[in-house]
């Protein structure tokens, strides 16, 4: 089968990711490395290789041999690049978030659809073994009834020029979010409480609180001024509870039978319903073998496999919208004091 001829756009912290990636993916053709910065392209790509260098945009679109394009330039200028790819007929891979706001976002995708062109969302940690795991424990029902997620996400990150801090590292969050609920739970209010201790003019940690239909709660914490870095998120169910640990290789999950059970009053002897409602199940505790598998590589393998079987990927322009639903209500919560903002969303995949 031929391969798919693409250009990177961005050759920042990013690109060169999406760059090493691409070149290891037999059914793309890395054709360009484009940057405005086209010696940063230069430098990324090294001396020995046959793929472009440019600063030039429209060269890139104008090249009958790229077909489709990953773009990983700042989120500010996603709407324009992606939009111009697309009128020029290539697909599209976009970083998150999709765009800065949900209208954009919704253009993007109306203009793909009517091109029959394919828009996909790096929502990079849906693509690792760990979260994929977790999303069938979830929905195969493995956990019983979701009951709570919490999050915590926090390291002394890149402080960012460009997004606070719920837009640089909620998505992680609201992307793993959106895959592993449910069919039939959506989320329904969002409350943020964002702080800028060091006056850097911009959030530099939040905690986001989003409600789900079934009466779960998801909360985040996501924060760029930590010393330790912590990737860890829990995902209580009625019967199991995951706990995803992404700086602990050797055990990144862990599924434990222990939980809270509330007992029906009525279930049990009068004597006895002085004493507390509730108990404590003290199970195992089991870690499911997960291949090491990176997770940009299935990113790539499922931009192509979209474009090559003309089906929409597993993170299309949907998921990105759903992503900015969130992000944009959050935002709006933190600019009044953390009040609850209600939103109404499709259902995920
Ligand atoms: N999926 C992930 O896990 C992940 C991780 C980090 C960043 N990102 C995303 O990747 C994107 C880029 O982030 P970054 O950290 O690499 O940013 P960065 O600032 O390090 O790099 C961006 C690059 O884009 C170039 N650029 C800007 N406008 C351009 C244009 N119009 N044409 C060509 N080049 C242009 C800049 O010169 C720069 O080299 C962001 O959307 C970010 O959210 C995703």
């Given at each position: 089968?031929?391969?798919?001829?693409l250009?990177?756009?961005?050759?920042?912290?990013?690109?060169?990711?999406?760059?090493?990636?691409a070149?290891?993916?037999?059914?793309?053709?890395?054709?360009?490395?484009?940057?405005?910065?086209?010696?940063?392209?230069?430098?990324?790509?090294?001396r020995?290789?046959?793929?472009?260098?440019?600063?030039?945009?429209?060269?890139?679109?104008?090249?009958?041999?790229?077909?489709?394009?990953?773009?990983?330039?700042?989120?500010?200028?996603?709407?324009?690049?992606?939009?111009?790819?697309?009128?020029?007929?290539?697909?599209?891979?976009?970083?998150?978030?999709?765009?800065?706001?949900v209208?954009?976002?919704?253009?993007l995708?109306?203009?793909a659809?009517?091109?029959?062109?394919?828009?996909?969302c790096?929502?990079?940690?849906?693509?690792?073994?760990?979260v994929?795991?977790?999303?069938?424990?979830?929905?195969?029902?493995?956990?019983?009834?979701?009951?709570?997620?919490?999050?915590?996400?926090?390291n002394?990150?890149?402080?960012?020029p460009?997004?606070?801090?719920?837009?640089?590292?909620?998505?992680?969050?609201?992307?793993?979010?959106?895959?592993?609920?449910?069919?039939?739970?959506?989320?329904?209010?969002?409350?943020?409480?964002?702080?800028?201790p060091?006056g850097?003019?911009?959030?530099?940690?939040?905690?986001?609180s989003?409600?789900?239909?079934?009466?779960?709660?998801?909360?985040?914490?996501v924060?760029?001024?930590?010393?330790?870095?912590?990737?860890?998120?829990?995902?209580g169910g009625?019967?199991r509870?995951?706990v995803?640990?992404?700086m602990?290789?050797?055990?990144?999950?862990?599924?434990?039978?222990?939980?809270v059970?509330r007992?029906?009053?009525?279930?049990?002897?009068?004597?006895?319903?002085?004493?507390?409602?509730?108990?404590?199940?003290i199970?195992d505790?089991?870690?499911?073998?997960?291949?090491?598998?990176?997770?940009?590589?299935?990113?790539?393998a499922?931009?192509?496999?979209a474009?090559?079987?003309?089906?929409?990927p597993?993170?299309?322009?949907?998921?990105?919208?759903?992503?900015?639903?969130?992000?944009?209500?959050a935002?709006?919560?933190?600019?009044?004091?953390?009040?609850?903002?209600p939103?109404?969303?499709?259902?995920?995949?």
């Amino acid at each position: 089968m031929p391969s798919i001829g693409l250009a990177v756009i961005g050759a920042g912290y990013w690109g060169p990711n999406l760059v090493r990636t691409a070149i290891a993916t037999p059914a793309l053709q890395l054709e360009w490395l484009c940057d405005l910065d086209e010696d940063r392209a230069r430098a990324v790509l090294g001396r020995y290789t046959t793929v472009k260098a440019t600063a030039s945009y429209e060269r890139v679109l104008a090249d009958p041999a790229v077909a489709a394009v990953a773009i990983a330039t700042p989120a500010a200028t996603h709407f324009d690049l992606v939009r111009e790819a697309l009128e020029a007929g290539k697909h599209v891979l976009v970083e998150k978030p999709l765009t800065s706001t949900v209208s954009d976002g919704a253009k993007l995708i109306g203009l793909a659809e009517r091109s029959g062109l394919v828009l996909m969302c790096d929502h990079t940690y849906c693509y690792t073994p760990a979260v994929q795991r977790i999303r069938e424990f979830i929905r195969s029902g493995e956990i019983g009834e979701l009951q709570f997620i919490d999050s915590v996400r926090i390291n002394l990150g890149l402080v960012r020029p460009d997004a606070d801090v719920l837009w640089d590292l909620a998505p992680h969050d609201l992307s793993i979010l959106d895959f592993v609920l449910p069919e039939g739970v959506t989320p329904v209010a969002v409350a943020a409480h964002t702080s800028d201790p060091i006056g850097y003019g911009r959030a530099c940690l939040a905690h986001l609180s989003v409600w789900l239909s079934n009466g779960a709660l998801a909360h985040a914490h996501v924060n760029w001024l930590s010393p330790t870095k912590i990737r860890t998120t829990v995902f209580g169910g009625s019967r199991r509870t995951i706990v995803w640990d992404d700086m602990n290789p050797a055990a990144r999950l862990m599924l434990h039978d222990r939980g809270v059970d509330r007992i029906p009053a009525d279930s049990l002897a009068p004597d006895d319903r002085r004493q507390a409602l509730i108990s404590y199940r003290i199970g195992d505790i089991q870690v499911p073998a997960l291949p090491e598998r990176e997770a940009l590589r299935s990113v790539l393998a499922e931009f192509a496999g979209a474009i090559t079987e003309h089906r929409s990927p597993l993170t299309d322009g949907r998921a990105g919208i759903r992503v900015l639903e969130l992000l944009q209500a959050a935002s709006r919560s933190a600019e009044d004091g953390g009040i609850r903002i209600p939103v109404s969303m499709e259902e995920g995949k």
